[in-house]
């Protein structure tokens, strides 16, 4: 027989529909497999040269769209064509265009499905060359104000090396999304990437947690253990939270980092451990230096690289996107169609302070998402968000709110670059530093 060479992933939770795929496809001359959740599709991934990938959207559990991003992001060269009975779809996938998608609609006959399938790995073939993204566009990583194309940059140069970094930043500013883009976009990226919350393990059991035990190391040690560092060999660990990692806890990390291995609890000898130590943390580690709440030289050996996760309000260019983003995903999960948003709604997104940063807009957006129709307008916005436009000479300020206001507006547009301000500002970086604290 005359095959073609082309393997097709198809995934559909749909068996039925997945059968007359794979006949259609297989008298077609293609070779297929089949998988009827995402997770299942992506095993498959892992395990066979796919060169296209065949998916519907509505899944239950994991939907198409992840599949759909997580094929972006980690096999950018295959194609993928989608199948869906909903046309709605079809706008939401082109508005979060990534160039290599195709689109068929239910019900199809076998002469579109044949005429679809060779346009999708046709297309692939001849765009593969043009469609190289210039190396510092993270997908999942929305943002293109300078403040964050510094972070995406940074991500960028150190993906491949296993130097460990710091993320510094508020609640809610991506600390993590960042920590696994360093990972996932890496050469080490199929390794694995562990998250320990340092602030949530009690202080007792930490060591055993991090580092595993020995049998018989405590009462109810009945075996020997691996901890989350064993775990993570050759990848990544994500120490979360470190700023409230006990004095015990940072003695014993600064270990690791210095020696490079860890010593199970109870074990006569320290074996070596090779893996990417990312921490994050939303308190200023310095400060907390300064206050002897944290050990300075643990310090120095985490912040190898820093990273600065800026708040949502000093890259308010950011909103229109990030709203466009969130607006699509849940418009797709709570009412399976497309939605837009009114631009006084964006408006009045981009004037407030969002303390809650990026979670706190992804949560403004859900909420609204699900109190309009068709677009969302200024009223499905929270009146808290709507006061500080409608009343901002109301509130009187005294000079050293206003200070503090000028300062910050200062520094967010020289990018928190402290000399700059200070010059603007006409003091020294002195008194710059003191104002600030
Ligand atoms: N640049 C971004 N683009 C899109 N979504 C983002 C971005 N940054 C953060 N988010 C989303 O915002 C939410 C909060 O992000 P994340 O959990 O990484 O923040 P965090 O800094 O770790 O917060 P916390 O300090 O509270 O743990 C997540 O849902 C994340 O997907
Ligand atoms: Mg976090």
Sequence with gaps: M??????????????????????????????????VSVKEALAILKSKRIDLLITDIKMPEVDG?????????????????VISGYISAKGALEMGKSGVVDYLVKPFTKEELKGAVAHSIQ???????VKEQPAYQFKELIGNSKAFNNVKEIIHRIKDIKATVLIQG?????????????????????KPFVAVNCGAIPEDLLEAELFGYEKGAFTGANDTRNGFFQAAEGGTIFLDEIGNASPKAQNSLLRVLQE??????????????????????????LEAVGQGKFREDLYYRLSVVEIEAPPLRRRSEDIPLLVARFVQKYALEYKDQVMGIAPEAIQILQRYSWPGNIRELENCIQRAVIMSDRKIMPQHLP??????????????????????EYITKVLALVNNNKTKAAEILGIDRKTLRAKLN
């Design 2 to 35: 005359n095959y073609h060479k082309e393997n097709i992933l198809i995934v559909d939770d749909d068996i039925h529909i997945l059968e007359l795929l794979k006949r259609h496809l297989q008298s077609l001359h293609y070779y297929t497999f089949k998988a």
């Design 65 to 81: 769209f992840e599949l759909i991003k997580y094929v972006s992001e980690h096999y950018p060269l295959l194609p993928v064509l």
């Design 123 to 129: 297309s692939n073939v001849s765009t593969k060359k």
């Design 170 to 190: 508020e609640s809610g500013t991506g600390k993590e999304l960042i920590a696994r883009a360093i990972h996932y976009h890496g050469k080490y990226s199929r």
């Design 260 to 285: 490079k291995e860890v010593s199970k609890v109870g074990a006569q000898k320290a074996s070596k451990i090779d893996i990417r130590v990312i921490a994050a943390t939303n308190i200023n580690l």
């Design 383 to 404: 009146d808290l968000y709507k006061f500080q436009i409608d009343f901002p000479e109301t509130q009187l300020k005294s000079l050293s709110e206003m200070e503090k």
